[in-house]
C-alpha cells in the first residue's frame, strides 16, 4: 500500500508535471516575477470560475481577508461577528486591525456560523460579519446576507476552505462561495482545494469601487506609481504562483470530485456506527471536503489518533483550540465566554486523510482501523 498523508501534493503534482513544469520554465525564460500575464489570466479564469466581476490576487488568504477589511473602513473598536470554531486567521486579522471580534456559536452540524447566534450578537457598533465556509461547506448565506442587510453590514466570506462550492439559494439559483458576500477571501496554501507550490491568495468582489480599492491597498494604496493615496500594504501574487494555479485552476472540479468520492466511501463505511457521526450536508450547500471531520461520540480521542498513528494512518484535530480560548485575544478585554457548542465540538471532532489522491486500498485500510479502534 501507498503510504498514507493527509494531503499528497507530490503525487498530485506528478500527474500534471510535464504542464507546470512547462508553466514556470515560461516565466523563467520571461523574467517577469511579479504580475504579467499569468497573474492576469489567473484573475480573470478564476473571476469566471466563481462568477464575481473582480478578482484581486493577494500574496496569501491572510492578506485576502486584512486587506477586505481595510477596505471597507472600519474604525477601531467596531464589532466584526465572527465563528470562534475556524483557523486563527479569521480572527487574527480582525484584532491586527484594532477591530474587536465578537466569536459567536456555529451549527454544530455545519460547523458553521448559527444565523440565531449571530442575530444576537449584533449590537450598534457591528458593521461587519465573517462567515467561515469551515471543511468546505457552506455557511447558510442566504440567512446572513438577509440579516446583513437588515442592519447595514458588511459580509466578507473566508472562503480559504471552500473554493468551487456551490450553494443554492431558496429560489433554485446556485453561486459560488466566495461570490455572495460584500467581499469574498480565499488561500492557494499547498493544502487548500487550489493549492499553489507557495503562498498565494485572492479577494472577489462585483462591486466596482471596491475592487478599485481593494486593489489599491494590496499595492501600497497606490493606482499610480509612487503617489500613495491610502494606506495600504504590499501583497502580491508571484507569477510562478500564478502560472501553476492557472493549470490546477482547469482541473479543481475534478479535484473536489475526487475528494467527494472519498468522503462517499468514508460516508458509507461510517454511517449508522453510533459512536461517529459523519459530516452533514445540509440542503443549501455543496460539500467540497477540505477535510472531512467526525464527531466522535464518547470514543477516547486522543487514543483513536494515538492508534491510528501506530498504523501509519495521520489524523488531525481541526482546531484543538477555539478563538475565544486563544492567548491572543487576552488583552482584548473581551467578555470571558462560555461557548458550549464551540468547546463540544473542539473536544470531539477528528479529521481524516482526504485529498485527490487517494486509493481504495488506502480508504479500506483506514475506515477498517477506525472502526476496529470504535467498535472495540
Ligand atoms: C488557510 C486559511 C486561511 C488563511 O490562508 P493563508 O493563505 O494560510 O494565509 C484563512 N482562513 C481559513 C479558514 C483557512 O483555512
Request: aromatic share 8%; glycine share 6%; with cysteine.
Amino acid at each position: 500500500m501507498r503510504p498514507i498523508q493527509m494531503v499528497d501534493t507530490k503525487t498530485q503534482y506528478l500527474k500534471i508535471k510535464t504542464e507546470v513544469d512547462a508553466a514556470i520554465q515560461a516565466v523563467l525564460d520571461s523574467a517577469v516575477y511579479i504580475g504579467g500575464k499569468p497573474v492576469q489570466d489567473l484573475a480573470a479564469a478564476l473571476g469566471q470560475y466563481v462568477g464575481v466581476k473582480h478578482t484581486i490576487p493577494c500574496a496569501n488568504g491572510t492578506d485576502a481577508l486584512q486587506i477586505a477589511m481595510m477596505a471597507l473602513d472600519l474604525q477601531p473598536g467596531d464589532e466584526v461577528i465572527t465563528p470562534s470554531f475556524t483557523y486563527i486567521a479569521t480572527t487574527e486579522v480582525v484584532a491586527l486591525l484594532k477591530l474587536k471580534p465578537v466569536f459567536v456559536e456555529v451549527d454544530p452540524r455545519t460547523f458553521c456560523i448559527d444565523p440565531a447566534a449571530l442575530r444576537k450578537a449584533i449590537t450598534p457598533r457591528t458593521k461587519a460579519i465573517v462567515p467561515v465556509h469551515l471543511y468546505g461547506h457552506a455557511a447558510p448565506m442566504e440567512e446572513i446576507m438577509s440579516i446583513a442587510k437588515e442592519h447595514g453590514l458588511y459580509v466578507i466570506e473566508d472562503n480559504a476552505q471552500a473554493i468551487g462550492c456551490d450553494y443554492r439559494f431558496a429560489d433554485g439559483r446556485v453561486a459560488k462561495t466566495g461570490s455572495i458576500g460584500t467581499i469574498g477571501a480565499t488561500s492557494f496554501y499547498p493544502s487548500k482545494n487550489l493549492g499553489a507550490f507557495g503562498d498565494g491568495g485572492a479577494i472577489f468582489t462585483n462591486d466596482d469601487a471596491l475592487a478599485h480599492k481593494l486593489k489599491m491597498i494590496a499595492n501600497h494604496g497606490q493606482e499610480k506609481r509612487y503617489y500613495h493615496e491610502l494606506v495600504g500594504c504590499n501583497s502580491r501574487l508571484d507569477a510562478i504562483q500564478a502560472a501553476i494555479l492557472n493549470i490546477k485552476l482547469t482541473r479543481l472540479d475534478e479535484y473536489n470530485k475526487a475528494r467527494k468520492q472519498v468522503a462517499a466511501f468514508y460516508n458509507q463505511a461510517f454511517t449508522g456506527n453510533e459512536k461517529i457521526t459523519t459530516p452533514f450536508v445540509a440542503s443549501y450547500s455543496d460539500h467540497v471536503y477540505h477535510q472531512y471531520t467526525l464527531i466522535l461520540n464518547d470514543v477516547d480521542r486522543d487514543g483513536l489518533s494515538a492508534y491510528l498513528a501506530e498504523q501509519k494512518i495521520p489524523s488531525m484535530i481541526y482546531y484543538p483550540v477555539p478563538g475565544h480560548r486563544q492567548k491572543m485575544f487576552g488583552s482584548l478585554g473581551l467578555t470571558p465566554q462560555n461557548m458550549e457548542t464551540t468547546d463540544w465540538l473542539t473536544e470531539r471532532v477528528i479529521s481524516l486523510p482526504v485529498h485527490t489522491e487517494m486509493d481504495e486500498e488506502q480508504l479500506t485500510y483506514i475506515t477498517g482501523h477506525v472502526l476496529k479502534y470504535v467498535n472495540q
